[in-house]
């Protein structure tokens, strides 16, 4: 048990390893609150757990039980200052409401961590006479809240700030969706058509194979005529206008044969109604146009879909929106992230990737920089430290200065040529069409010399018949629409998992992998080491700082081990120049006119039995002279053995 002292300055006993009641926080000796019985971290973590039991909500922690959430973060202040009215305006109201709903608005919800809170905040309309439902995205923490009063619209963010979140009012963004309705609109009107057409054919079709005779077959054989011009026509125009386009060009494309069997299935079977001959193809002309045209229009989908979720900014942070300090209001609002510029203060939450480069203005924070550095393991930043965009906030609400935005960052740079690499990919795809014009090919002289064979043998008529079936079997589809969407879901894939890949050309020359090289801390190992001998009683005090202010320099988890063990708050750190790193080995940097140097003694890396402590040992040298070695032991990834094998 802990001895500590509450708030009031009640005397309490804090059990070992104790933890908020709401927000899951570890309690120590200087920031517990004790209320009724229970432990918490703040007021504001006890005054939402009193209100959540007072209305019922109880269950908000069993359903983080279950879901084995533990931290959530603290509630924001519900005792701060802050006035909702502007949202009743209705200068304010026209704005972020449309003429079709206008008791409807969309709010960002700050704070929100999990299930529990989307099962919380879904609850407020049971008890707001206000509120007739609320509908929230978990995915991009967008909750649409219909209203039953116009002038009621400050009444849901005063609800969810007592739950301890806080609430935006963001604009309803119409623009996008009405630009893609556009968009697919003629390919959509196609589509129908042929639809209409195809399915009639087939009604008609039907009858005439089931044996309809005299007036009603010839009747229904011109319906199914005059019903397949719209459909060769007008429906198939994209497929001709690529033809036209590809022959300019010179280029062998996968529409070639496509064109071929719509333009020779309707001329052949059009022919073959003229002559009164039964062999006519208007069913499975139409039908084919339909399902191609509906085909690529999934594709099509399917692709935007993946562009909106394509590698850069927009998806690598899970938020287009981010709260920006406006020096008028004395307050931070949520604003598009375009909208950021360098200079302005924006507040970071709790597990967002950060969006800018800047500087630290919060005493603390820990961030994640792997998709920097490759490390996963967290590092602490102090106020006026570099903050890169693409690090992930591990610890609470921090703000940043910014500095550098979009493709100004440096991972903006890498997205930049992702994306450039990702588009070319989704939209040429050469690596499909390359097989696709060679398949094409392949395809076209085997029907020519198919053609000519049974022409000999059974006449034009059936060599038609035969070669145009050939070529409808043979088409090459498959090429043109899985690779690409194949490439395009992998490349998305692998961003929701956290790995950018430079190129898609990475999935071509997979096949023709030899060898793989791992990177070991970090990777391969937990990359946590532990200081396993080291004796510090022998440098100096001056030594000491020097050794500090270098490795403060380094992301390293063996530098962070080294600061973490030789941090004095009295120290005062000398200036440190022309530090570098030598690649494998360690760094180099000039203090106080002396040259150090902390290397890694590959010669006496000593690696054990898997999942056993794995020893390296470090050199620090001072003008070209040993001066300390130490040794440090790292584990082995549980999995690694395995990857590895």
Known sequence: ?????????????????????????????????????????????????????????????????????????????????????????????NQYTSPETPLTMNFYIEGIHCGACLWLIEKIPDYSPHIESVSLNMSSNVAIVNFRNKKKFSSFPQIVKRFGYKAHPIKVDEEAQELKQKENRKSLIRISVAAVCAGNIMLLSAAIYSGAEGIFA???????????????????????????????????????????????????????????NDQVYFDSVTAFVFLLL???????????????????????????????????????????????KPGQRVKINNGDRIPVDGKLLSPRAELNLSVLTGENIPQTLLKNDFIYAGSILNSDQATIEVINTGSSTRIGKLLDEVERNYKSKISSSTYSDKFAAMFTLIVGITAAISFLAIFTVLGPSAALNRVMAFVLIACPCAFVFALPLTFGLSLNKAVEKGILVKSSNVFDKIPHIKNIFFDKTGTLTNGVYKILKWNTEALSRNEKAAILAIEKKSSHPIARTLVSHISETDMTLPEVIDFKHIYTKGVSANVDGNVYEILSDKNVDDTNEINEIITTKTVIRK??????????????????????N
């Open 218 to 276: 010839e009747k229904f054989a011109l319906l199914n005529f005059v019903l397949t011009l719209p459909v060769v026509t007008y429906c198939a125009f994209p497929f001709y206008k690529s033809v036209l386009s590809s022959l300019r060009s010179k280029r062998v494309t996968v529409d070639i044969p496509i064109v071929f069997v719509i333009l020779v299935g309707f001329l052949l079977s059009s022919y073959n109604y003229v002559e009164g």
């Open 294 to 340: 509906s085909s690529r229009y999934f594709l099509k989908s399917i692709q935007d879909r993946i562009s909106n979720n394509k590698p850069s900014s927009r998806s690598l942070f899970n938020q287009n929106k981010i709260l920006i300090w406006d020096n008028r209001n004395k307050q931070f609002f949520l604003e598009p992230l375009e909208d950021v």
């Open 1 to 93: 048990m802990k001895n500590t002292t509450s708030s009031p300055g009640i005397p309490i006993s804090l059990p070992e390893a104790a933890h908020c009641l709401h927000c899951g926080e570890e309690l120590g000796l200087s920031n517990t609150v004790y209320s009724n019985g229970d432990y918490f971290c703040c007021t504001g973590c006890s005054s939402v757990y009193e209100l959540l039991n007072t209305l019922g909500l109880q269950n908000f922690y069993k359903i983080k039980e279950e879901q084995n959430i533990g931290k959530t973060g603290r509630p924001i202040d519900a005792e701060a200052k802050e006035e909702y009215g502007y949202l009743d305006q209705d200068n304010f109201i």
């Open 623 to 644: 003008n070209g002279q040993t001066i300390s070695e130490l040794y440090l032991g790292d584990s082995l990834k549980e999995d690694a053995k395995y990857v590895v």
